[in-house]
Nanobody, 115 residues
Framework: QVQLVESGGGLVQAGGSLRLSCAASGSDFSFNVMGWYRQAPGKQRELVATITSGGSTNYADSVKGRFTISGDNAKNTVYLQMNSLKPEDTAVYYC?????????WGQGTQVTVSS
């Protein structure tokens, strides 16, 4: 059974930084894609950033230049370094992992940015 466990969320002032981590367990294979999504109150879940097993990355326009995604295939772990945080980055951040046609989600971690 695949499990994704996120950590690193919290409360930070605008302009500050946080680093999210997501560790996946229960898979004998490396995931094709891992990434981060977020959902703010009253809004739909949206993509933040993804990284493939080959190291290719993709970012939402709203976080380009501020957030950096990285991963460790051997450990099935993905990180999200978030710098220059803004109040509009406030959301629950979810880790996602894809293996072929299967998609797995973590339980989410709250990120709150105060102005």
């Amino acid at each position: 059974q695949v499990q994704l466990v996120e950590s690193g969320g919290g409360l930070v002032q605008a302009g500050g930084s946080l680093r999210l981590s997501c560790a996946a367990s229960g898979s004998d294979f490396s995931f094709n894609v891992m990434g981060w999504y977020r959902q703010a109150p009253g809004k739909q879940r949206e993509l933040v950033a993804t990284i493939t097993s080959g190291g290719s990355t993709n970012y939402a326009d709203s976080v380009k230049g501020r957030f950096t995604i990285s991963g460790d295939n051997a450990k099935n772990t993905v990180y999200l370094q978030m710098n220059s945080l803004k109040p509009e980055d406030t959301a629950v951040y979810y880790c996602n992992a894809q293996l072929l046609a299967l998609s797995f989600w973590g339980q989410g971690t709250q990120v709150t940015v105060s102005s």
